[in-house]
């Protein structure tokens, strides 16, 4: 897990930003997850070549098959230019990072959260486990208290937003994810990772969710 803005110490001063850092480990470890730091400014400029090329030098370095980036349509700027930043890394990780990516690389992107992302139309669903979702979200006193000044409702939307794609697949909580590439049509190894708990979007009336994956469909 890539934390793309970690530079907060001149809006909130360094002792909150270590406490931040602290919070986005432990939720991290809580979902079975590392996370490292990239440091970028906070308010992203657009065009950042910095955070492109250390993003792609993390792709080199761990040359992930599965990659899950936010959905670039967003409102909030930081949002929007993380998922570019992304994506281009994605396409300059053998000149930063020294490494040809895996070949059957598969890259999804997820929502931040429903009143932000904007045009979001998911092709898959994995559901998750409720207790550790709300093991990593409590996880986050700080955020919390954020939450409670001038985000109030961002937690409970974000827990209504997973029990909804939940109950969408018939579980009790689950997250959704586009397709963004490379290929098509794709042959996913998703299925042997995620076994019964990957469920492909749509239906046979509506199988949207199924076009890119020639082995979700029923």
């Not at 936010?70 to 053998?94: G, N």
């Not at 076994?195 to 492909?200: I, M, T, Y």
Request: glycine content about 8%.
């Amino acid at each position: 897990m890539l934390s793309t803005v970690g530079d907060f110490a001149s809006k909130w001063g360094a002792a909150r930003v270590e406490e931040l850092r602290a919070n986005a480990i432990a939720a991290a470890a809580a979902i079975g997850a590392e996370h490292r730091f990239l440091d970028a400014p906070y308010g992203i400029p657009a065009c950042d070549s910095s955070l492109v090329a250390g993003i792609a030098r993390a792709l080199g370095e761990l040359n992930p098959r599965l990659v899950l980036v936010p959905w670039p349509d967003d409102h909030h700027p930081d949002h929007r230019r993380t998922a570019q930043a992304a994506i281009e890394a994605l396409s300059y990780q053998s000149r930063f990072g020294g490494v040809e990516p895996p070949p059957d690389r598969e890259i999804l992107a997820y929502e931040i959260s429903p009143w932000q992302t904007r045009r979001f139309d998911p092709d898959l669903f994995v559901s998750l486990d409720p207790a550790t979702v709300a093991a990593a979200m409590g996880c986050w006193p700080l955020f919390r208290e954020w939450s409670a000044q001038t985000l109030a409702g961002y937690e409970v939307s974000s827990r209504h937003r997973l029990g909804t794609w939940g109950r969408v697949i018939g579980r009790d909580a689950a997250e959704a994810f586009a397709h963004l590439g490379p290929r098509f049509p794709l042959r996913s190894f998703l299925p042997g990772l995620f076994g019964d708990a990957l469920v492909g979007a749509g239906s046979p009336q509506y199988p949207h969710g199924w076009r890119h994956f020639a082995n979700l469909a029923p």
